[in-house]
């Protein structure tokens, strides 16, 4: 069982919405998971640095949510579990993986998605994907978002009994409205992910 104690990385908390110093809580809890709430100003690819790191390290994400407060400002909730020879997630600085990033273990696997659907949202591109739970889903996706320059703005992730139901808002470099092309271009790689 993992011990219950509050793992701090921070000197901000994250209830107070102005804070801009970053940072981060970790806590266990009951159900062997850990909490971890992250706050800060980060960089575009903050998430799919702390995802591959993690992915890296075998620590899964169960489910979790995270959005810009403010352009620059991001508040999260992640709750992660490491498999039976992952790294223990009290051990690691939050902070240092949003950003340097990992490459993918050799053991990943190739993502399949089951659908998706792609929608304009008040100024956003919002993406739905379902599919089965692998090594470096996530990973995979922010990547793929990242090659056509869409960066989330709202993430929230879901993976109940190794399903996968995550959502994003995504939109261009410094917040714009993505562009066609970008839409069409991410259809086309997402359409290349279906199962077949």
């Not at 400002?73 to 990033?101: C, F, K, M, N, V």
Request: hydrophobic share 40%; aromatic share 10%.
């Amino acid at each position: 069982m993992y011990d219950s104690s509050l793992i701090r990385g921070a000197v901000a908390a994250p209830s107070d919405p102005t804070m801009s110093e970053p940072g981060f809580e970790l806590q266990a809890n009951a159900a062997g998971f850990y909490e971890l709430k992250i706050w800060g100003k980060f960089p575009p690819r903050w998430l799919a640095n702390l995802t591959s790191a993690l992915s890296s390290r075998n620590i899964g994400i169960h489910r979790g949510a995270a959005h810009k407060v403010t352009p620059s400002l991001w508040l999260g909730t992640l709750e992660i579990s490491p498999a039976a020879a992952g790294e223990l997630p009290d051990r690691l600085d939050y902070l240092a993986l949003t950003r340097d990033g990992a490459e993918l273990p050799e053991t990943a696997d190739r993502v399949r998605l089951e659908s998706f659907s792609l929608e304009r949202r008040d100024g956003a591109l919002f993406v739905e994907v379902n599919g089965s739970d692998s090594v470096g889903f996530l990973v995979t996706l922010l990547k793929t978002f990242a090659f056509f320059s869409l960066f989330p703005s709202e993430v929230r992730i879901d993976t109940p009994g190794g399903r996968v139901h995550d959502r994003f808002w995504l939109k261009g470099v410094a917040g714009i409205a993505p562009s066609d092309a970008s839409m069409q271009g991410l259809r086309i790689e997402l359409e290349k992910l279906l199962r077949t």
